[in-house]
Antibody, heavy 118, light 112 residues
Framework: EVQLLESGGGLLQPGGSLRLSCAAS????????MSWVRQAPGKGLEWVST????????LYADSVKGRFIISRDNSKNMVYLQMNSLRAEDTAVYYC???????????WGQGTLVTVSS | QSVLTQPPSVSGAPGQTVTISCTGS?????????VHWYQHLPGTAPKLLIY???NRPSGVPDRFSGSKSGTSASLAITGLQTEDEADYYC????????????FGGGTKLTVL
């Protein structure tokens, strides 16, 4: 059974930094790309970032490019999202998602809440 | 404003059929990129319903079906059940946006 468990969310001030973690199990982790998707309060889903199975390719939404860094440790089955220069508009529930064949997000975690407020 | 346009809400009575549209453009759906659909109940993990325009993952009832034509896609739900009440999102890829997976704005389904 595929399981994804996010952690690391919290409350912080604008300009701060935070690292989210996602622990994966139940599949061959290094074979699959992984992504982060977020949902701001009262808003829809927004793709944030994707990293390839080997970690050599990373992609970012324009809204976070230059501020967020996605990474993974295939020896630990972990994916991370380093978030820097945080803004109020980054407030959201952040979901870790596995990328499946045909490129959909086929499994999702329960999410972790990040609140950026002064 | 989302690149993929969905109706904000749809509704139907139990047993009825509803359809949710997802309208894109020549740089996403019209360019041939696959469309995927998700069901999301607040406070829970989103669930993949349809992938590759019309394929159902294992465990998704055949009451859910997807189609795509031109610059649009649709999700049909037949035999509505109360537990289908949720938010539904379409998702694709846009060649005009670097690396971008894109979502529709979401549609709230109310089962009357």
């Amino acid at each position: 059974e595929v399981q994804l468990l996010e952690s690391g969310g919290g409350l912080l001030q604008p300009g701060g930094s935070l690292r989210l973690s996602c622990a994966a199990s139940g599949f061959t982790f290094s074979s699959d790309a992984m992504s982060w998707v977020r949902q701001a309060p009262g808003k829809g889903l927004e793709w944030v970032s994707t990293i390839s199975g080997g970690g050599g390719t990373t992609l970012y939404a324009d809204s976070v490019k230059g501020r967020f860094i996605i990474s993974r440790d295939n020896s630990k089955n972990m994916v991370y999202l380093q978030m820097n220069s945080l803004r109020a508009e980054d407030t959201a529930v952040y979901y870790c998602a596995k990328v499946g064949g045909y490129d959909p997000f086929d499994y999702w975690g329960q999410g972790t809440l990040v609140t950026v407020s002064s | 404003q989302s690149v993929l346009t969905q109706p904000p809400s749809v509704s139907g009575a139990p047993g009825q059929t509803v359809t949710i549209s997802c309208t894109g453009s020549s740089s996403n759906i019209g360019a041939g990129y696959d469309v995927h659909w998700y069901q999301h109940l607040p406070g829970t993990a989103p669930k993949l319903l349809i992938y590759g325009n019309s394929n159902r993952p294992s465990g998704v009832p055949d009451r859910f079906s997807g189609s795509k034509s031109g610059t649009s896609a649709s999700l049909a739900i037949t035999g509505l059940q109360t537990e289908d009440e949720a938010d539904y999102y379409c998702q694709s890829y846009d060649s005009s946006l670097s690396g971008s997976r894109i979502f529709g704005g979401g549609t709230k389904l109310t089962v009357l």
